[in-house]
């Protein structure tokens, strides 16, 4: 059951990638500085690009699994402070989660930042599960250094527990190294009751490479797919769910994953799901 989710296509990552482990994986480069580039595509775009990818590509593959439960907590001001510097474009803003890997026991606090040219930087250190209630002080010291060591300037944020958000995700490395692709579907999103099912339908697809002009962003580029500047999974959830008042930035995006841009409607299909 556990590559249930592209229900007619599991031969695609069953039969036709080679395997890679998480040790393999992990030793071509942790790649915690990169270009992320995102893309929408539906079932039809990702099967165009297929063929190409299988060519020079391998599967995670951890126990005989390769589909892969992420479970991600996002903390925020009580004014939606980071999500607002996102829609606004700041070169200094920042994501601060708690993020599990449900089939592989771990969990990391993450903090998220900007270097130059458009490149993200991802610090990370392991977080105990039971505490997701809120940071810790340890953790609060964690973000907080390394975010003014970054940028410069105090971390003047009051972080509280935010949206929550799970998905199934799929990672593929290149096969020479220094590049990634995931491949994330069957998105959910919830807050203080409101839950959100996007189905298996829509996938959110990262490309990841040093510069941003990886092979799969070439090969995704050469079946028609553009990029999509405002695809943060965070922001689109806020959004969807009604929390924030301005989303017109990730419109486009939510347009592609299927969702419906008027704010009544998406909190009506929220609580019906609930």
């Given at each position: 059951m556990n590559m249930h989710?592209?229900?007619?296509?599991v031969e695609w990552f069953q039969g036709g990638f080679s395997p890679i482990s998480l040790e393999a994986l992990n030793g071509k480069a942790a790649?915690?500085?990169?270009?992320?580039?995102?893309?929408?595509?539906?079932?039809a775009a990702l099967a165009a690009v297929m063929p190409e990818l299988i060519k020079h590509f391998e599967v995670l593959e951890i126990g005989g699994q390769r589909g892969f439960t992420y479970k991600t907590r996002y903390f925020d001001t009580?004014?939606?402070?980071?999500?607002?510097?996102?829609?606004?474009g700041l070169r200094k803003g920042f994501k601060v989660r708690v993020r599990r890997y449900v089939d592989?026991?771990?969990?990391?606090?993450?903090?998220?930042?900007?270097?130059?040219?458009?490149m993200t930087e991802k610090h990370r250190m392991p977080y105990?599960?039971?505490?997701?209630?809120?940071?810790?002080?340890?953790?609060?010291?964690?973000?907080?250094?390394?975010?003014?060591?970054?940028?410069?300037k105090e971390f003047n944020y009051d972080l509280q527990r935010g949206l929550d958000i799970r998905y199934r995700r799929i990672t593929l490395v290149a096969k020479k190294g220094g590049e990634r692709m995931?491949?994330?579907?069957?998105?959910?999103?919830?807050?203080?009751?409101?839950?959100?099912?996007?189905?298996?339908d829509r996938f959110i697809v990262e490309t990841k490479s040093q510069l941003g002009r990886g092979f799969a962003d070439k090969?995704?580029?050469?079946?028609?797919?553009?990029?999509?500047k405002k695809c943060s999974k965070y922001c689109v959830g806020m959004a969807a769910l009604g929390l924030v008042e301005r989303h017109n930035r990730f419109l486009p995006t939510m347009r592609?994953?299927?969702?419906?841009?008027?704010?009544?409607?998406l909190q009506q299909q929220a609580f019906m799901a609930a």
């Amino acid at each position: 059951m556990n590559m249930h989710i592209i229900p007619d296509r599991v031969e695609w990552f069953q039969g036709g990638f080679s395997p890679i482990s998480l040790e393999a994986l992990n030793g071509k480069a942790a790649m915690l500085s990169r270009i992320d580039n995102k893309y929408v595509l539906d079932k039809a775009a990702l099967a165009a690009v297929m063929p190409e990818l299988i060519k020079h590509f391998e599967v995670l593959e951890i126990g005989g699994q390769r589909g892969f439960t992420y479970k991600t907590r996002y903390f925020d001001t009580s004014e939606h402070k980071a999500y607002y510097e996102h829609h606004q474009g700041l070169r200094k803003g920042f994501k601060v989660r708690v993020r599990r890997y449900v089939d592989a026991g771990l969990c990391y606090l993450e903090l998220k930042v900007k270097g130059q040219r458009g490149m993200t930087e991802k610090h990370r250190m392991p977080y105990d599960a039971a505490d997701l209630g809120g940071l810790t002080a340890v953790a609060k010291e964690f973000v907080s250094t390394i975010y003014s060591g970054h940028y410069g300037k105090e971390f003047n944020y009051d972080l509280q527990r935010g949206l929550d958000i799970r998905y199934r995700r799929i990672t593929l490395v290149a096969k020479k190294g220094g590049e990634r692709m995931t491949i994330d579907t069957d998105l959910r999103f919830c807050f203080a009751g409101q839950k959100l099912e996007l189905g298996t339908d829509r996938f959110i697809v990262e490309t990841k490479s040093q510069l941003g002009r990886g092979f799969a962003d070439k090969s995704l580029q050469s079946i028609g797919s553009r990029s999509t500047k405002k695809c943060s999974k965070y922001c689109v959830g806020m959004a969807a769910l009604g929390l924030v008042e301005r989303h017109n930035r990730f419109l486009p995006t939510m347009r592609k994953l299927g969702l419906v841009s008027g704010a009544s409607v998406l909190q009506q299909q929220a609580f019906m799901a609930a």
